[in-house]
């Protein structure tokens, strides 16, 4: 697993070295994901973290919860209004700066949800979060999506750190014809072998950047502490087929003026009610 220290000069100038940036690409490239170390300002993180956990209260009182698989991980999104918004999160150079080396010029910021790891025993399994794309040769695509994953405090095997599966992201197998987005046993047993899993301890205020492709699972946390993280999409300005509009209100459409990265908009004076806009995926009930 490649994390990177950005050096103070290039936090300050918000652009990594050329040798940063290749770096970084070539990391997303060939293992399909990297961490960028200490990029996040943590007065920010501790602000939305109690937020957030307020917030869950009130998400998980609604009839129709919305848990991804199973009750250890439910979808959250972060308040989408100021004194919550941060640049460093939503805008952050450094990362653009990598998703536009892999990606090609103008990304899009197509999604801002997250998802809380909840205290209990379940595990989600194997997916991914889009199947391949394929060339007119039938060989694997460029990568056409990157998630930015921001831990809203220091994420680790104990409370429920994301499950990643290095290389998966180039596995052809995956396509469009896929049944559903998990990831059958005799393919997990064989990619094993190939290279196994990791569960990365990724530090509050870095940022993993992952291609949408790769394997990956939610796991068990097993502290008391409920383990909220932020994700965004980062979609290549030719992929059109990924995302919606992210509600914002009017008057915050200064705060995302980028000239390299276009956040897919829309501004509206009525409130947000962010709180009801989640959906879960491939939850049942009667299942539990």
């Known amino acids: 697993m490649l994390t990177l220290t950005p050096t103070p000069d290039e936090m300050q100038t918000g652009q990594l070295s050329p040798e940063h940036l290749q770096a970084a690409r070539e990391a997303i490239l060939t293992e399909g994901f990297v961490v960028l170390k200490n990029v996040v300002d943590k007065g920010h993180l501790k602000i939305l973290q109690e937020k957030m956990l307020e917030d869950l209260h009130d998400l998980q009182a609604r009839k129709d919860a919305p848990y991804n698989w199973n009750r250890g991980n439910i979808q959250q999104d972060p308040p989408p209004f100021p004194p919550y918004l941060f640049q460093d999160i939503l805008l952050n150079d450094l990362v653009i700066a990598v998703t536009k080396a892999v990606l090609g010029p103008k990304p899009r910021n197509v999604f801002y949800s997250g998802n809380t790891a909840l ?96 394997w990956h699972a939610g796991m068990p946390n097993r502290t008391p502490t409920p383990r909220p993280m932020i994700a965004m999409i980062h979609a290549a300005s030719w992929y059109r087929h990924i995302g919606s509009n992210l509600r914002f209100p009017k008057d915050t459409e200064a705060f995302f003026a980028h000239p390299e990265l276009i956040t897919e908009a829309v501004f509206v004076e009525e409130p947000i009610d962010y709180l009801h806009q989640p959906h879960g995926f491939a939850y049942q009930a009667e299942a539990e």
Do not use: F
Not at 146 to 165: A, F, H, K, Q, R
Not at 196 to 201: A, D, H, K, V, Y
């Open 119 to 214: 205290p209990s025993p379940y595990r989600q399994p194997v997916h991914l979060d889009m199947p391949q794309l394929y060339k007119e040769d039938g060989s694997v695509s460029a990568p056409y999506a990157l998630v930015i994953n921001v831990p809203v405090v220091t994420m680790d095997p104990e409370n429920g750190s994301t499950e990643i599966w290095p290389g998966t992201h180039a596995c052809a197998e995956v396509d469009n014809d896929w049944p559903n987005l998990e990831v059958p046993e005799p393919m997990l047993a064989r990619q094993r072998k190939i290279a196994p899993p990791l569960q990365p301890t990724v530090e509050a205020g870095s940022v993993l950047i992952r291609d949408i492709r790769l």
